[in-house]
């Protein structure tokens, strides 16, 4: 045994196979440790960044370096005369008869423009009527609070504590004098300008809030310190897709569900395999020709049409209704992808048969059965195992390209969903999103290749009949 | 110091002076071939023997230049006919020394010849290979050649696996003679057949040998062969060349312990009550990790102390008798 | 005498294969919808057709073909309507099947067949460059790249290439429409048409080429290995052959046996391997009929598209099967 894994880990390629595998099986495994997402196809789950935020180490280069991250800010007042602070988080600002009080609070901004900007803060206007409340934001007007609320004004309630949210996202010309001051043509495009008017590229802005006393006594009003939020460009690992949902979960959770299903699938390919090879190579004579044949014609009907048929058939019988898609799809590439295993069973099986230690076996009176599962089947064990790395590429490439093609799993992410989503996606206009683009590729040949050679090495080693190479 | 037996050559055509091949693997070096020396005369036939394993087919390969790619002659030298055959350029040794002047015979397994081409165009291509002679000749010598070991000429049109066992080892045998070289070397040439097949491809080298007059160096693990068939003998065991000398002197007096085991071990056809049979107790050595001294030592009935500390050195008995061990050499 | 025995078993049973295929098309299309309680006729009827109601049609349906008729008299009528192709009308397009397929089968034609004289090239070059410096970098880079290629999700890589060389550097077309339509707006005739046609098929072969000469490759490596330490090319070089020549002829004449099994084996399921690539590139071929009539839930046109594919590998196959002596001597005595 020793000399097996001597054996083994003296090839480079068992070393890279072994790496890759553990590496994804671990990012598999920990899919719900590594991500809050367990399923970024779910609307509430987008919209973690912006569309296409490139991953955030990707700020190293040059053309990327200056895109903002997800931005979570409290903002504090300058000290000014009029404002007291009441305790950490608010303020009480005195507002003289007929005059005006402005709150600056400084912003820090590091980058170019985010993807939307939102403010919420808490305020207490007086409870007489006469006052009026302006935001600004380098230096543009960008929402009005009113008691009498005439658009774009909004309205707030007297004397009482009001929750006020201003997102960029859902300013129009009824809501935000912004929108108002613009072009009439440009109005419906507000939202995506408005980051770039209020933050324009890196310096030092200044969120104001301009207090009016309208009335001839002094009001006193109690504001609290602003929540400033914005979506950035640049997000997390892998970035995010069109809809802003997390590149990395989808992966992780895509890794998940492949790794998963390719191992069921390969365990029940081996399974049918065994059990059919072992059928036609030792009992032989009629059942292995019935067994020889079907393996045959199996393994010549073209199989990814036949899967798109079958699906298709399924899908509109109805059969798929009642049965989860995920187990149909399992079930569909396991009944198409034994033979090829069957084959390589029957034969080694056949060659076991007419070994010395079988025949002397047998000479001594040794049930079939017993011969089978001492001598045969523990022999075939190498086999099974090279047998069972080599399926599980084919079973994650039949299932991508189940769900590439739109016929495989809807609703959650694999890397199949996420190949088609991404290079569908791939158009003049978005550019060339590589960070969402190649994982999924890059993460199916790597773990594809892996298996690959994890299998040739099992082989090599495990196969008891191999002659010494040299 | 082996050189001593280049004295009892009287008309030297072969000359392996020192040879050492070894096998790099992994671990270290496989030292198949360790510091042999024998020699050929013209017109002679030099029986090599040894167990399985024991570097025949190593020396044989060296002498061709056509060793495992993992092979390396690590000293010593191969002359023919006064040439070093490992130093000369490949190409010309491949074209001008290969088959017009040494030839080969190895086992004629299924797969010794090329499975997708006539018995004829193969033949054919290693005339073409070294002669510049027009096809109809070369047919024409192919089907003489063929009649002379025995294979009908319509054999010539068939692919290798058409063959029997034993059309296929003559067909071998008449691609050695082609260019009419003036050394043979057959490694296990009969050696898959079965015993009367076996009896007949042997009785038709020999007389070949005789009519045609060119030397020959019979590789068998079988040293019973032999005795009727070769003028001198050589035994190897684990990469060494332990006895060397006239046939006669080696079959009635066998010196090395391992010589006199490998004879006792020969049944005897003529008894009929079969002689029980002797079988050497123990296994070849590790040829990457051979015993210190005397590498028949753990096996040896006589080993002494000295044996596993010395190397035994290869030294004259008497006349052409030539043996490496200090049991012998003592006397 | 052997061979005629070789010969006649294999074509028998290469007929046992297509009746199995029938059987099995009868199988999926005809009792799998049965069992479940839908009858194969509205399966064969678009909603409506011509004003006429669905119930009617599946009523016309049904007395035409007699897809009422029980199981066992219904698979002879299909046989026999699978045999003389009269494969239905497709509900998507509005079209008999067998003309869709007539009017497809030259393109996809035109895409595979260059590609695979193209890669098995490669794959020999390539695998002679291996063999001639085995276990040095360049070989070992070699076959690496070669089982890289063969695990690439074909359309993936389909559609970053053609971004990057269609869209990006613009260097292909990638519009057939517009490749086959000359700059007046009539569409290309006679040359010019079928010029144009390859050069808008030139990335897709291109790409083919690149994505399926690995397998070839390394089972053309592989066996050159093996066979470089045989026995016969021991004896051969012990001959005094010389080695570019046993290279060049003894290797590659029997290291390409089973690549030629292999490639027997791809134009066979010619047509199922290239759905991906006509899909990505928006070729009009076989593929892409498939997948367009799997989307549609286009019954005629799965089945039939799928009998012919499956038509095409039996043929092939028993070509194959034919000319095989002719490429390995030993095969007759098997
Ligand atoms: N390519 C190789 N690499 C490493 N070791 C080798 C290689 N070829 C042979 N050997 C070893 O070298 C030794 C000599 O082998 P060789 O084939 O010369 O023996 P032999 O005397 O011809 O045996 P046989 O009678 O079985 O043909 C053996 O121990 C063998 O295991
Ligand atoms: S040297 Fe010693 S061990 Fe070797 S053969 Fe002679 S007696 Fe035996
Ligand atoms: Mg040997």
């Not at chain 2, 005789?210 to 003028?231: G, I, P, Q, W, Y």
């Amino acid at each position: 045994m020793n000399k097996v894994i001597r054996d083994l880990l003296s090839r480079k390629t068992f070393i890279f196979s072994i790496v890759v595998i553990l590496f994804f099986a671990a990012i598999a495994l920990l899919a719900p440790v590594l991500t809050s997402y367990n399923n970024p196809y779910q609307v509430s789950q987008q919209f973690v960044a912006a569309p296409y935020a490139v991953p955030a180490w990707a700020t190293i280069f040059p053309q990327y370096h200056d895109l903002p991250p997800d931005v979570r800010l409290t903002l504090t007042p300058v000290s000014a005369s009029g404002v007291t602070p009441v305790n950490s988080s608010f303020v009480k600002i005195t507002v003289p008869a007929g005059g005006e009080v402005n709150v600056s609070y400084p912003i820090r901004w590091n980058w170019s423009s985010p993807y939307n900007v939102i403010l919420s803060f808490i305020l207490v206007p007086p409870a007489t009527s006469d006052f009026n409340v302006n935001l600004y934001m380098n230096n543009i007007n960008i929402m009005e609070l009113s008691p009498v609320p005439i658009p774009p004004a909004v309205s707030v309630t007297l004397g009482k504590p009001n929750s006020i949210t201003f997102s960029s996202q859902t300013i129009n010309p009824s809501n935000s004098p912004y929108v108002n001051s613009l072009p009439f043509q440009d109005q419906p495009l507000a939202s995506l300008e408005f980051p770039k008017a209020v933050l324009p590229r890196p310096g030092m802005y200044y969120l104001v809030i301009s207090l009016q006393n309208t009335g001839n006594s002094p009001e006193t009003f109690l504001l609290s310190n602003p929540h400033y939020t914005s979506l950035g460009y640049a997000y997390g690992r892998l970035g995010t897709d069109d809809n802003g949902g997390s590149v990395f979960s989808e992966f992780v959770y895509g890794a998940r569900f492949d790794l998963y299903l390719a191992l069921v699938a390969s365990v029940l390919i081996i399974g049918i395999g065994l059990i059919i090879g072992l059928l036609a190579g030792y009992v032989g004579g009629f059942t292995d020709l019935t067994l020889n044949a079907l393996t045959d014609f199996f393994l010549l009907i073209p199989g990814l049409p036949l899967l798109i048929v079958l699906i298709s058939i399924f899908d509109l019988t109805g059969v798929i209704v009642n049965v989860n898609k995920a187990v149909l799809i399992l079930l569909i590439i396991s009944f198409l992808s034994w033979p090829g295993t069957a084959k390589i069973i029957r034969g080694q099986t056949l060659s076991l048969r007419s070994r010395t230690f079988v025949e002397a076996s047998r000479a001594l009176g040794e049930g079939k059965l017993r011969i089978l599962f001492r001598h045969i089947v523990p022999n075939l064990m190498g086999i099974l195992f090279a047998q069972l790395a080599y399926d599980v590429p084919g079973v994650i490439l039949a299932e991508s390209g189940l769900d590439f093609l739109g016929l495989g799993i809807i609703g959650f992410p694999t890397w199949g969903n996420m190949l088609g989503f991404a290079t569908n996606d791939l158009s003049f206009a978005n550019g060339f999103a590589w960070w969402w683009v190649l994982p999924p590729g890059i993460g199916i040949i790597l773990l594809s290749t892996a298996f690959y050679y994890f299998g040739t090495a099992m082989l090599d080693v495990l196969s008891p009949y191999k002659l010494r190479g040299e | 110091m082996s050189e001593v037996i280049f004295e009892e050559s009287t008309d030297t055509l072969l000359e392996v002076n020192s040879l050492k091949t070894y096998y790099t693997t992994k671990t270290g070096y496989v030292k198949a071939v360790d510091d042999v020396s024998l020699f050929l005369d013209r017109s002679k036939v030099l029986g090599v023997a040894g167990e399985s394993g024991c570097g025949k087919s190593t020396l044989v390969t060296t002498i061709f230049r056509v060793m495992p790619r993992n092979a390396r002659v690590m000293g010593g030298e191969v002359k023919f006919k006064g040439q070093d055959l490992l130093k000369m350029d490949l190409k010309t040794f491949r074209k001008e020394i290969v088959w017009k002047d040494i030839a080969y015979i190895p086992q004629a397994s299924m797969d010794v010849l090329d499975p997708v081409y006539k018995v004829k165009d193969q033949m054919l291509e290693t005339i073409l290979a070294h002669e510049d002679v027009s096809r109809a000749e070369a047919m024409e010598r192919i089907f003489r050649t063929l009649e002379s070991v025995g294979v009908p000429q319509e054999k010539a049109d068939m692919f290798p696996h058409e063959l029997s066992g034993g059309q296929r080892q003559r067909v071998v045998i008449a691609m050695a003679l082609l260019l009419n070289p003036s050394m043979i070397v057959s490694d296990e040439a009969t050696t898959a057949l079965d015993v009367i097949t076996q009896a007949k491809i042997l009785e038709l080298m020999k007389s070949l040998q005789e009519s045609r007059k060119f030397s020959m160096m019979f590789v068998t693990h079988d040293l019973s062969l032999l005795a009727n068939v070769s003028d001198s003998i050589a035994i190897m065991y684990a990469g060494k060349l332990v006895e060397f000398g006239d046939v006669e002197k080696v079959f009635s007096n066998p010196l090395h312990p391992y010589t006199q085991l490998l004879i006792k071990a020969i049944p005897d056809l003529r008894v009929r009550k079969q002689k029980k049979l002797v079988a050497i107790p123990g296994f070849p050595p590790d040829l990457e990790n051979p015993p210190k001294g005397c590498r028949f030592a753990p096996r040896c009935p006589l080993a002494m102390p000295v044996c596993s500390e010395k190397e035994p050195e290869f030294s004259k008995v008497e006349g052409f008798h030539y043996v490496a061990c200090h049991a012998v050499n003592k006397k | 005498m052997s061979l005629l025995r070789y010969l006649t078993k294999r074509i028998a049973e290469r007929i046992a294969l297509l009746f199995g295929i029938i059987i099995f098309n009868f199988i999926i299309f005809q009792v799998l919808p049965t069992i479940y309680g839908v009858n194969p006729a509205e399966l064969y009827v678009p909603l409506t057709y011509k004003g006429l109601p669905r119930s009617e049609l599946v009523q016309a349906l049904d007395n035409q073909f007699g897809l009422n008729l029980p199981l066992d008299e219904r698979f002879f009528v299909y046989m026999k309507s699978l045999l003389t192709f009269h494969l239905g009308i497709s509900m998507s397009y509005q079209q008999p099947v067998i003309s869709l397929i007539e009017a497809r089968f030259p393109v996809t034609a035109l895409l595979v067949i260059p590609s695979l004289i193209l890669s098995t090239i490669l794959a020999i070059v390539l695998g002679l460059y291996s063999i001639s410096r085995q276990g040095k970098v360049g070989d070992v880079a070699v076959s690496f790249t070669s089982i890289m290629t063969y695990f690439i999700p074909a359309f993936w890589l389909g559609e970053i290439v053609l971004y990057f060389f269609g869209f990006y550097l613009r260097i292909f077309p990638t519009n057939l429409a517009e490749a086959i339509t000359s700059s007046n707006g009539h569409t290309l005739v006679g040359v010019a048409y079928w010029v144009d046609l390859l050069k808008f098929l030139t990335l897709p072969i291109l790409f083919i080429t690149v994505i399926s000469y690995g397998v070839r490759n390394i089972l053309f490596r592989n066996n050159g290995v093996e066979l470089m330490g045989s026995n016969f090319v021991n004896y051969l070089r012990a001959r005094g052959i010389d080695d570019r020549k046993i290279l060049y002829k003894h290797i590659t004449r029997n290291a390409v046996i089973p690549v030629v099994t292999r490639v027997g084996i791809d134009i066979a399921f010619l047509f199922a391997g290239v759905v991906f690539i006509e899909d990505i590139f928006n070729i009009p071929g076989l593929g892409r009929l498939l997948v367009r009539g799997a989307e549609n839930l286009d019954v005629p046109l799965l089945g039939g598209d799928f009998y012919i594919i499956s038509l095409f590998a039996v043929i092939i196959l028993l070509a194959l099967d034919l000319i095989y002596p002719l490429i390995d001597p030993r095969v007759k005595y098997e």
